[in-house]
């Protein structure tokens, strides 16, 4: 059941419209004490009404209250004993009714290059993204040559990256994996649904994936970036992709759609961290001497200090948490945490790169 405490922690989602852009982030860190948020009690659903063309609406984890008004809480709660329906085949949608809804659920992940010559486009895409290379207002004009430049000086070092790990990138396959994992455990729920991929700089598009979702006839869409940990750069990306999407589009507006934001303190994600840790520690002679090491990606620090990204804040956390969850085991190692060096590039970079090449 709804209940106020719950609607105004983290990761309970309000939507209708998207706000994912680095001007809507707090210059606060993310708050503490996270709230374990299950996905069947996603309830605070506002749907787009036909007038409103603003896209989704985020209400998560930086902090903004997001109360539901009374009667909407009941949007999804038919959802479990509505479903008559088994789904035994993405393909059959006439077994996706729940009642008279259709679910769908839009994994988010960023792509990848599948073949070598995928390289040089995919880093194009990547580049030509504002919230990966953001350029002053007067700048932007610059966007889609700069990305081009970069992709083609870029393309060679990465080439070897993905040529040293079986010529592409593994990332579809493991996201299909995980989108078909998600459709039976969601099957064996009782709610039916069909899981969607949208990569945001390789196929499946974004783009692609909407399409689908419209011509297959959704009428209730439940957003989910693969990103445990919030970013401008990752999960705020893909979601400002989607909002513009969202806002030119009649269909999608009065489509009911919620987003998890990010779920990097939920008790099985921080429980199977924890459980590949101490696995991995028994294959050690002497485990309890072993220093842990947790490498996340960087971010710019501007990301993290100006536009309040929460992304730091909440790796911190998760670790924190995946630590306690040792702790329990009996497991007390020390730890420590270091981010790889950020892609991301500023302004003064950029000029720096022009200067080298
Ligand atoms: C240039 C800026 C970049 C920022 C900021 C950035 C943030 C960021 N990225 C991930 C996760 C992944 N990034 C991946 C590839 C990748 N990322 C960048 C640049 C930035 N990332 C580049 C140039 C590339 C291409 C590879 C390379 O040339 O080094 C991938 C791998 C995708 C795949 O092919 O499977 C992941 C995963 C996070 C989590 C993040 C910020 C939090
Ligand atoms: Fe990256």
Redesign the pocket.
């Known amino acids: 059941m709804w209940s106020s405490s719950q609607a105004s922690t983290r990761g309970v989602v309000e939507m209708g419209r998207v706000e994912a852009g680095p001007s809507h982030f707090p210059k606060r860190p993310a708050p503490r004490n996270p709230a374990r948020v299950n996905l069947s009690r996603i309830h605070a659903v506002k749907p787009c009404s036909a007038g409103d063309r603003s896209g989704i609406s985020v209400k998560c984890n930086l902090g903004w209250s997001s109360q539901p008004s009374p009667d909407l809480r009941h949007h999804f709660t038919g959802y479990s004993s509505a479903s008559e329906a088994v789904l035994t085949s993405q393909s059959d949608l006439r077994k996706l009714f729940v009642g008279n809804e259709k679910i769908g659920v839009l994994l988010l992940n ?1 792509g ?2 599948e073949t070598l010559d995928d390289v040089q486009p995919f ?1 194009f895409n ?1 580049f030509a993204d504002p919230d ?2 953001r350029l002053p207002r007067l700048f932007r004009f610059l966007q889609k040559p700069l990305a081009q430049f970069i992709s083609v000086v ?1 393309a060679p070092k ?1 080439k070897e ?1 993905y040529a040293s790990i079986g010529g592409g ?1 593994p ?1 579809r396959q493991i996201t299909d994996a995980q989108a078909e994992a998600l459709r039976e455990a969601l099957c064996e729920k009782d709610v039916p649904s069909k899981v969607y991929v949208g990569m945001r700089y390789w196929h499946p598009f974004t783009e692609e994936a909407i399409e689908q979702i419209k011509h297959d006839g959704i009428t209730k869409l439940v957003v989910l970036p693969l ?1 445990p940990q919030f ?1 401008i ?2 999960s705020g990306s893909s979601l400002r992709l989607l909002e513009s999407i969202f806002r030119e589009d009649e269909y999608l507006v009065n489509m009911q759609h919620t987003v998890i934001p990010s779920w990097y303190q939920r008790e099985g994600y921080i429980k199977a961290m924890a459980t590949l840790i101490e696995n991995e520690l028994k294959n050690f002679p002497e485990p309890q001497k072993v220093m842990i090491f947790f490498s996340a ?1 960087g ?2 620090l501007a990301y993290v200090e100006e536009a309040g990204d929460p ?1 730091k804040a909440e790796m911190e956390e998760c670790i924190d948490l995946i630590m306690e969850e040792l702790e329990k085991r009996g497991i007390t190692n020390p730890c420590t945490l270091a981010y790889q060096v ?4 500023s302004i003064n970079q950029i000029w720096c790169l022009f200067f080298f090449y």
């Open positions: 960023l990848g290059p880093l990547l990966i290379i870029r990465s990256g990138s990332l990103y970013s750069s990752t990606h971010v710019p992304y950020a892609g991301a590039l």
